[in-house]
């Protein structure tokens, strides 16, 4: 395989996939079961302001747009061409980009490394001319670019409405990018700022990306799906230099031998010592989910969402013992501990409490109930433990038993909240009982950019991974080496 | 505090609590804002066929019924008194219920040993009488039990409209109890045999209630919510008996420091030895969930819906070459092992392939697409592994990315599945992509009674359980010693 070497320079020539001023689409199909014509459209209804150029020696004309037979025969000097052709056309294609002096190709082909021995050749042939030709690469077989901030994209999967967010998303594999996005959009409140997929990594890979990313206001978190790691020692450089500033949040598959055979057949990525990539996130401060795609989002959205905790104090409001018990469990298995309330809050909160019930940490607000209902129970200790020193973050654990808990806005409770201008600390929620109420209820509360969690679990994992961030960050300013 | 002795004719004294013939609720009050009114109100709209006396000393009627001063003064037999009064006034409520020869007393009040040394002396002098009276207890700080079969209810929680099934349900606490029965009715395709909440198990425990269970023709699978265990040996004895027939799952918080705390002030409960009773589970054949609620309903809908598999050898089909990856790796944590597939089976998925595509488990079907179309991808991959030999159970991974993938109707597929009468193997699915059409999916999917999960962990991990199950019951078959 043809190696190419770092040199920031080509960093710079990221922009391209990006921000194209001019993009050629190789392959773009007049048939609407294509993929070719899926691409173009998408493009097209993104509303893309650059110029566009289908290129098909068989047509005319593509969705009113002027086709080319080539893309050495476009007049017009082009910065990114797309490529979605079968891949035994791809190698011609790159020496027509070669003539055209093309910036940076995103080949959505498949058919390449990942299919075995010849299409090992095949890359490493499209490698060749394109290194010849200073031609950058991203790919083959992914979806590419998806850039919310001037509508750019060269996926060829079918797009929702975009939300324009914060969260920037690597991810090496296109469907699934697809998938995870149409997932994000429909069901995350936090919005996208780019969509990258990687594919093969022929050439251009997440380090690279990541220190574009690292420069790019339009994010403020970086969530990665990846399968194998080329250059271990250009990650750990480039994760150091990232999470000075932004978090990221890794999800590695491939971690068993059964994972990497698969992943092998899938995008052709090479096995990495799964030991020396925890080691690697950790030294970097990078946050490596367990889980899967379902803990990727969780941690991502409470990056996108909340501030970080300035230590591990956490307070426990909880409506149900067992809530509060589970949840101290958690805590305890993310390095946060239960804070001590002070005199003070368990004041307030004991004050309205019946003689019988107990004030503790975790706070069970249940006795208050009887005594000044459900929002009141709420508003009265979350006030309390957000004024208190000791304490550096909330978790809310709640029910929605109808009948039993009347429905009330609970957007009030948080704008009560927000009025108050408390010291920015993290608020994490869970909610459990009936789905409809459950669900007006998590609308409500994120809409407000209050995360909410369907297991106590993850809600508190997500906290966790913020605390773990600040902690880096904290040892880090100390001059602790990493 | 006083222990009472294990006695098997005490266990046939259960039956009072789950089909009593005559019901005493004390504590029941015309108040609509009153835990004793819901909890009145709750037996009359389930359609409780028993009957029912209420018992109040300031009122002649409520919701209809008349009512008794004292549990004494009521002319009938009473099999059952369900309790719900102040804390202080408990033993005197147990004095009468003794003079009535009363069988078992519901005890739901709180203020008992969970809110220190005073009322632990109060459950103390409720257990004294009720030893002397043979009176046993189920309580106290508890919602009680609900019996899906007969519509008797203890509990002051509103209840859903229910649906009636083969999943018990055993959680010490009341309200959690009641917020997860509202999301089971609400979220889950399986339904309920019974619901117990044992609050503080001063005397009936869950050993008692699993060995009621266990000849409970209603119950197929049983989940377990505790904080506490009493008596070690004793649960695991019934542990052992139970899973001989009935898979058993438990959830057990207050593993750590600040968990077993929490749970001191919430049911009281003793700390136990969180490896012993890990170590417990496992010589027993019992599956201990380790995550949340979540997780035990995950694997709980698995159990009610599939059967188990015959061995661990799975086949994956999937849209995406990452969710492959990213299964097979769970597969490998799960101690499940990818299926060779046979010739036959990779010969009917790969003819229709496209040449460079090649055919491996995970399967991945997205090269079929363009050939075939989605709808029949599916029943061609999945016909072809259902019949291999060589496939004990199959996990689909499907994702909903609207336009791309047109929506079609999933149940034919399942249909067609069933149709053909294969040899009983679990499905198991996990979807992503467009909320909306996920829901429709996955509601249509589940009513077929195939399982779908939202996350591709907690997918294999719930299949991962049924194996476990499955591979100690084997081991034992075989004489393994426990």
Same mark, same amino acid.
């Given at each position: ?10 960093? *710079? !020539? ?18 609407? @079961? ?28 593509? @969705? ?24 035994? !056309? ?9 003539? !055209?002096? /093309? ?25 060749? /001319? ?10 083959? *077989?992914?979806?590419?670019?998806? *850039?919310?901030? &001037? ?48 594919? &093969?990594?022929?050439? $251009?890979?997440?380090?690279?990306? @990541? ?19 080329? &250059? ?56 490596? $989910? ?28 909880? $409506? ?6 589970? %949840? %101290? ?22 004050? *309205? ?9 975790? +706070? ?24 208190? !020193? ?5 978790? +809310? ?35 459990? #009982? ?29 906290? #966790? ?18």
């Amino acid at each position: 395989m043809v190696k190419m070497d770092v040199n920031p320079e080509k960093t *710079n !020539k990221l922009k391209y996939f990006f921000e194209p001023r001019s993009v050629a689409v190789v392959g773009a199909s007049r048939n609407p @079961l294509k993929f070719g014509h899926f691409l173009l459209k998408n493009l097209l209804d993104l509303g893309f302001k650059g110029k566009v150029y289908p290129v098909n020696p068989n047509a005319d004309q593509i @969705l009113g747009l002027k086709a080319y037979a080539r893309v050495d025969m476009i007049e017009d000097d082009i910065d990114l061409a797309v490529i979605i052709v079968p891949s035994f !056309k791809v190698p011609k294609i790159m020496e027509d980009c070669s003539k !055209k002096r /093309v910036k940076g190709v995103v080949i959505c082909s498949s058919g390449f490394r990942e299919t075995g021995e010849s299409g090992q050749k095949l890359e490493d042939a499209i490698l060749t /001319v394109a290194k010849k030709a200073g031609i950058r690469i991203i790919g083959p *077989n992914t979806t590419g670019i998806l *850039n919310t901030s &001037n509508n750019f994209t060269t996926s060829f999967a079918p797009l929702p409405k975009l939300r324009k967010g914060n969260v920037a998303f690597i991810a090496q594999t296109g469907l699934f990018a697809a998938a995870a996005f149409w997932w994000i959009v429909s069901k995350q409140p936090f919005g996208v700022s780019k969509i990258i997929g990687l594919g &093969n990594k022929c050439d $251009v890979d997440d380090a690279e990306v @990541l220190e574009y990313l690292t420069q790019d206001e339009d994010t403020k978190v970086i969530a990665i799906y990846m399968e194998g790691v080329k &250059n271990g020692r250009k990650l750990f450089d480039i994760f150091r230099k990232v999470t000075e500033n932004k978090p990221i949040v890794v999800l590695k598959s491939g971690r068993t031998p059964a994972g990497m055979k698969a992943s092998m057949s899938h995008t052709g990525s090479l096995a990495v010592n799964d030991e020396i990539f925890d080691a690697v996130c950790k030294q970097t401060g990078v946050i490596r $989910v367990s889980g899967d795609l379902e803990e990727l989002l969780d941690i991502t959205k409470a990056f996108a969402l909340q501030p970080l905790p300035k230590g591990n104090k956490v307070a426990i409001i909880t $409506v149900t013992g067992a809530g509060g018990v589970m %949840a %101290a469990d958690e805590c305890a298995k993310q390095g946060l501990e239960l804070a001590n309330l002070s005199d003070a809050t368990l004041n307030k909160i004991g004050s *309205n409490m019946p003689s019988w019930a107990v004030v503790n940490n975790p +706070v069970d607000i249940e006795p208050l109930f009887e005594a000044v209902g459900p929002e009141d129970s709420i508003k009265i200790a979350l006030n309390a433990v957000l004024e208190d !020193k000791n304490v550096h973050s909330v978790i +809310v654990l709640f029910v929605a038993v109808p009948r039993f808990i009347p429905i009330f806005d609970i957007k009030d409770i948080i704008k009560d909240v927000i009025k108050r201008k408390y010291e920015p600390k993290p608020i994490f929620t869970h909610l459990i #009982g009936f789905k409809d109420t459950v669900e007006l209820y998590t609308r409500q509360l994120e809409e407000e950019g209050v995360p909410v969690y369907s297991s106590i679990e993850r809600c508190v994992k997500a906290l #966790g991974a913020l605390w773990s961030y600040k902690a880096y960050q904290m040892k880090k300013a100390c001059g602790g080496k990493h």
